[in-house]
């Protein structure tokens, strides 16, 4: 992970600020900044300072709460560098259904990725252009672009460095590592200051209204997840986002109690033991349309032997039919219904969005 290393950070981590909103904190609108900050509940991967003439957006790393990133949305200094969003780019689809949700999308300038939006989301999406090739950012349409602020991961320090050295101001974004999937919808509220929307908190306490009266508290039931690739059985950890949703529908993820940073990575034989026990298998995947049970075994053959596959609890997301990597990411009360109706533990009222049983 990389920090950002220019002169800007370094001035601006030593202030202290009178009043800081974050967790349980009372929902302030300062009269002299006429910003108002959200308070925040679940995610630990961005916050707002404030005093009576300077607002400092911060963004965390949320597993140890170091700086990746910040800079003024006011100041009262005119030295100080502050961040406008008139032109915005965005190297992820994620990013995307944050814009699109807040109905932020006409500010949006640039995209990585364009061609992974879904077809609606494209329809929205005509006027941006796209910032990426093969080999990654490409500069000079970005530099033609001329977008005040680029959203980016927190990844690589040099394409930090570049955007720098033509003006361009980067924000990195770490809500990609939010243990929870409440967490990860609470950057609405992020994006939602930073863009001037009124709608943010609005939309996620309808999200997260929803979210927790499905939650569950009695584990019924194991689950294992996830397809091999390659020589190798990739399983997200106990802390993750997905392992959390899991939980939140009452089943005990087989690698709960595993805490590391990264998946757990597991040998072929060690994927087929663990899956051989588990009572339900949820599997997050592309694959082509209408993929069903026989084309799964057709995968492979020990597949057969995992009890999921016997007693028909093998719960599928076909990422190709729908958007689980972008609008997905704000809608994780959908998901949990979704799940909820392929354990039986609530009746469906619709068609599914992203999980159903696989037959």
């Not at 796209?130 to 959203?151: K, T, W, Y």
Request: charged share 25%; net charge negative.
């Amino acid at each position: 992970m990389m920090r950002i290393g220019s002169i800007l950070f370094f001035l601006i981590s030593g202030l202290f600020f009178a009043c800081i909103r974050h967790n349980n904190e009372e929902h302030v609108t300062d009269k002299s900044t006429g910003i108002e900050l959200p308070e925040i509940h679940h995610a630990k991967g961005f916050r707002f300072e404030e005093t009576d003439s300077t607002v400092l957006f911060q963004i965390l790393y949320p597993v140890d709460g170091k700086t990746a990133d910040s800079g003024y949305l006011k100041h009262s200094d005119q030295t100080f560098p502050v961040y406008t969003f008139e032109r915005t780019a965005i190297q992820s689809t994620t990013y995307f259904a944050f814009f699109e949700r807040l109905g932020k999308v006409d500010e949006l300038s640039g995209i990585c990725g364009k061609k992974y939006l879904s077809q609606e989301q494209k329809n929205k999406a005509e006027h941006l252009e796209e910032i990426c090739s093969d080999n990654g950012f490409n500069m000079e349409r970005i530099a033609g672009l001329g977008p005040d602020v680029l959203f980016l991961y927190p990844f690589e320090q040099k394409d930090v460095e570049r955007f720098h050295r033509l003006g361009i101001k980067t924000v990195l974004i770490t809500e990609y590592l939010e243990s929870t999937p409440l967490a990860r919808a609470e950057w609405l509220k992020f994006f939602g200051v930073l863009t001037g929307s009124e709608k943010a908190e609005t939309i996620f306490e309808e999200i997260e209204t929803d979210y927790l009266k499905n939650q569950q508290n009695e584990i019924t039931a194991s689950v294992a997840l996830n397809l091999p690739f390659g020589e190798h059985w990739n399983m997200p950890s106990g802390n993750s986002i997905t392992a959390n949703l899991m939980k939140d529908a009452g089943l005990e993820y087989v690698f709960s109690d595993r805490k590391e940073d990264g998946n757990v990575v597991l040998s072929m034989e060690e994927g087929y033991s663990v899956l051989a026990e588990a009572e339900y298998w949820v599997i997050i995947s592309e694959r082509e349309p209408g993929y069903t049970m026989e084309k799964l075994l057709g995968e492979n053959k020990v597949y057969a032997s995992f009890r999921s596959v016997r007693e028909g609890k093998v719960i599928f997301c076909n990422t190709a039919e729908n958007d689980y990597f972008s609008k997905g990411v704000i809608e994780p009360h959908v998901m949990l219904e979704d799940l909820l109706v392929c354990l039986g533990k609530k009746e469906a009222t619709h068609e599914n969005t992203y999980f159903h049983i696989l037959k």
